[in-house]
């Protein structure tokens, strides 16, 4: 609960690993609609901020930039070299599915849940769940190129009976 | 990037499941400052929507559960019936080692890091990585109840040389 200790605070960001950073920011940017705010590249590793730019697109790049640890909905990506191009390299874990199982799915809110999927289809997205498959119906799970779960919701859901 | 066909998008949540809600909910919110928006229990499992309420505590309940597919920065838990008393189970792997790597961390920014772990041990919260830890002396890293990795970042960081 609020409180003066914790006043101020903001739950960020989110991250998970990528193993092919272009087709990932091609996704999250192109299909999802996010803006890239900054990126910065370590030796071994790079890590790219992500999250919708609610400005409409006003802000300037270092406007952008000032706000990837400044605000909530930011994705983080990491992107450790070269697994984009090791054939060793098998992939990271969804975490839906044993051994690993604990992470779920990050989820985005559209205003129309059914043109979201219809545009998501004509894209080619993958999909984990249909908005017609199961008993939710305005629900629909997607994958992203790391096979990460990103469900799809209205603004107002109602879980079930009793849920009002 | 923003575009007609994703305006209005939002990236609402991350779930991750939890093993015994009781210790995640106190988590969240005590150590935290997050609110409990709603939950709603099914016969097998149950979802916590948790974000911080900026509004200062003034919402109703009402309007934090209305909100809790209609904002940012929201944090969905699932837990499954059991496991909190469940001999048999394991406990779910954070994402950061193997088997099952792949999901990070979340990230609270706050506003004096410092104050905020000071705090945190003064609670005798476990630390993944302290401030005065490796070379990034403004960022730490704590536990959650099942061992998920939270980040703790000020507003605004400077990731290394060139970052600006």
Redesign the interface.
């Given at each position: 609960?609020?409180?003066a200790?914790?006043?101020?605070?903001?739950?960020?960001?989110?991250?998970?690993?990528v193993k092919d950073p272009e087709a990932s920011i091609k996704f999250y940017?192109?299909v999802?609609?996010?803006?890239l705010l900054s990126h910065?590249k370590?030796d071994s590793f790079t890590?790219y901020f992500l999250?919708?730019?609610h400005s409409?697109?006003t802000q300037t790049v270092k406007e952008l930039k000032?706000s990837r640890?400044?605000r909530?909905?930011?994705?983080?990506l990491?992107h450790n070299h070269g697994t984009e191009s090791d054939p060793a390299f098998s992939g990271?874990?969804?975490?839906n599915s044993e051994?690993?199982?604990?992470?779920?799915?990050?989820?985005?809110?559209?205003?129309d849940v059914t043109a979201?999927c219809a545009?998501f289809e004509q894209l080619g997205v993958p999909f984990k769940k249909k908005l017609t498959d199961g008993r939710m119906k305005d629900i629909a799970f997607i994958l992203d190129p790391?096979g990460?779960w990103i469900?799809v919701?209205?603004?107002?859901?109602i879980?079930?009976p009793g849920?009002e």
């Open positions: 609960m609020p409180n200790e914790t006043a101020g605070y903001q739950f960020n960001h989110t991250m998970v690993r940017t192109e999802l609609g996010m803006t910065y370590f890590l999250a919708y730019d409409g697109g000032d640890f400044n909530e909905g930011v994705l983080e990491t990271y874990a969804s975490g051994p690993g199982k604990g992470y779920g799915h990050i989820a985005i809110t559209v205003p979201a545009r790391d990460y469900e919701i209205p603004p107002r859901v879980l079930g849920d």
